[in-house]
Nanobody, 124 residues
Framework: QVQLVESGGGLVQAGGSLRLSCAASGRTFSRYNMAWFRQAPGKEREFVSAITSSAGSTYYADSVKGRFTISRDNAKNTVYLQMNSLKPEDTAVYYC?????????????????WGQGTLVTVSS
């Protein structure tokens, strides 16, 4: 089992940057494939990015490709999401999630563990 705590959200102007962090408890973090999802008001939770346990593979939603970068530090039990060139439509609560399923997964149902979320607000 793993517990996840996100941080790094806040208010930023369009074109700005933020880096989200997700700290995981437990000594088996390196076994988990990790992902970031987001949920805007009135919308369903959507996939943003994912990274495999060894950081060998990453994947991005088309809406963030080229602007966001996912990474992880298994020694620190932390996964990151660097967000550049932010747009107002990036405004959402961002969640990190963990799964032991192999490969990149984009469905929320594939992730057993979730953080509480961190709010990102991008003003125009």
């Amino acid at each position: 089992q793993v517990q996840l705590v996100e941080s790094g959200g806040g208010l930023v102007q369009a074109g700005g940057s933020l880096r989200l962090s997700c700290a995981a408890s437990g000594r088996t973090f390196s076994r988990y494939n990790m992902a970031w999802f987001r949920q805007a008001p009135g919308k369903e939770r959507e996939f943003v990015s994912a990274i495999t346990s060894s950081a060998g593979s990453t994947y991005y939603a088309d809406s963030v490709k080229g602007r966001f970068t996912i990474s992880r530090d298994n020694a620190k039990n932390t996964v990151y999401l660097q967000m550049n060139s932010l747009k107002p439509e990036d405004t959402a609560v961002y969640y990190c999630a963990a799964t032991l399923l192999l490969g990149i997964r984009m469905e929320t149902s594939r992730y057993a563990y979730w953080g509480q979320g961190t709010l990102v607000t991008v003003s125009s």
